[in-house]
Each structure stands twice: as C-alpha cells, then as structure tokens.
C-alpha cells in the first residue's frame, strides 16, 4: 500500500499571500496524484488531476506541480473561500487507493 | 446535472447491518466506475469500496467480507451492504465517480450519509 504523507498538517496564512501544500508518496505514484478541498459539513470537492491539470471551473490561483514522490499544491493569492482542508490522493498503484491526512489551511 | 445523492445512513448497534444508497443522475452508473469513501469524524478520506464498469470489485481490507458493493441499473443506483458493523465504521460515507476510465481521480462526489456504529 502506498502511503501518503502531507504537510504541514496546519498552515497559517494570511489572505492575498501565496499558500505551498505538500505531499510524498512512499514510493514513485508518477503523476497519478489528485487534489481535493473540503470545507466544513460539505464533500471534498477535486481540484487537480494529473499532478497538475485543473478540474472544469478551478480557478487559475490553484496550480499543482510535482511526479514522483514529491508534490504540491500552490494557491497564488488566498481568498477566504480558499481557507479549507486539502487532501492528495495518489491513483498509480491501487486497490487501495490512498489519500494523505489532509493539511488545514487557516487564516492568519 | 450530475449528481449524486446517498441515502441510508442512521444510528444502528455493533453488528448489525445497514444499506447505503447512491441515486445518480446525469449520467449511467453502469458506465462508470464509482466508488465508496467515508470519513471518520474529525478524520481524513479512507476508500472502502470499488466497482468498474465492467463489475470488477474491491474492498478495503478493514471492510473485506463484511460489505458488499452492488448497483442497479434500472435505478441508476449503486449500493453498499453493511453488515457486521462495528464502532470504527462510524463515518460519513461518499458516493463517488471516476473521473477517467484510465485514471481514478474522482470528479463527482455525493454530500454524504453519516453511519454512526454505537450501542
């Protein structure tokens, strides 16, 4: 089973500043890695397939990089709907598939 | 619009069983891949379950020979029985689709059905 590990697994930052997620897989997943945001009470919601590639109406702030065993996501600009848990999830080598504990991002 | 809508959930005693349901719209169950994911409170996404398109199954260790995964497609429906439950199957459980028939990331999720395990 691959694990995923993100970090950090709180971040503080403040609005309009950039925000950096990581995320490392225990072995190579290649770019089969996906991002998802969950805000509170609602379903996680993709936002980068791919590593890299945006889902349909994600905005451009969002950016993914990263293959491998490294990855991670980028928002350029925090706004306050930005603020929410982010989780990877690695596609290369399931069943199971795997996702990482999520890392919170909070306002400063 | 795509969508998906689960339904079943409740408060039920260690070793009992449940059904969830998925009801979809928008689009064929039976040409998807879909899956199960459930959330623990306070916890990260754990997936339980998988059917292809093609009805190739999977389960998560933590719930092999206990659920069973199925769908219907008269009803656009897909499904998770439950039986043998105990107090860590406590979760929100998703309904989800597969987003690529060559990639699994997941492109539509349900809200969700809260499953509390508790005597």
């Known amino acids: 089973e691959i694990v995923m590990t993100q970090s950090p697994a709180t971040l503080s930052v403040s609005p309009g500043e950039r925000a950096t997620l990581s995320c490392r897989a225990s072995q190579s997943v290649s770019s089969n890695l996906a991002w998802y945001q969950q805000k509170p009470g609602q379903a996680p919601r993709l936002l980068i397939y791919?590593?890299?590639t945006r889902a349909t109406g994600i905005p451009a702030r969002f950016s993914g990089s990263g293959s491998g065993t490294e990855f991670t996501l980028t928002i350029s600009s925090l706004q306050s709907e930005d603020f929410a848990v982010y989780y990877c999830?690695?596609?290369?080598?399931?069943?199971?598939?795997?996702f990482g504990q999520g890392t919170k991002l909070e306002i400063k | 619009q795509v969508q998906l809508v689960e339904s079943g959930g409740g408060l039920v005693k260690p070793g009992g069983s449940l059904r969830l349901s998925c009801a979809a719209s928008?689009?064929?169950?039976?040409?998807?891949?879909m899956s199960w994911i459930r959330q623990a409170p306070g916890k990260g996404l754990e997936w339980v379950s998988h059917i292809s398109s093609g009805a190739t199954i999977y389960y998560a260790d933590s719930v092999r020979g206990r659920f069973a995964i199925s769908r219907d497609s008269a009803k656009n429906s897909l499904y998770l029985q439950m039986s043998s439950l105990r107090a860590e199957d406590t979760a929100v459980y998703y309904c989800v689709r597969r987003g690529s028939e060559i990639f699994y990331f997941m492109d539509v999720w349900g809200k969700g059905t809260t499953v509390t395990v508790s005597s």
């Open positions: 928008g689009f064929s169950v039976s040409d998807h891949s």
């Open positions: 791919g590593a890299s």
């Open positions: 999830q690695q596609y290369n080598n399931w069943p199971p598939l795997t």
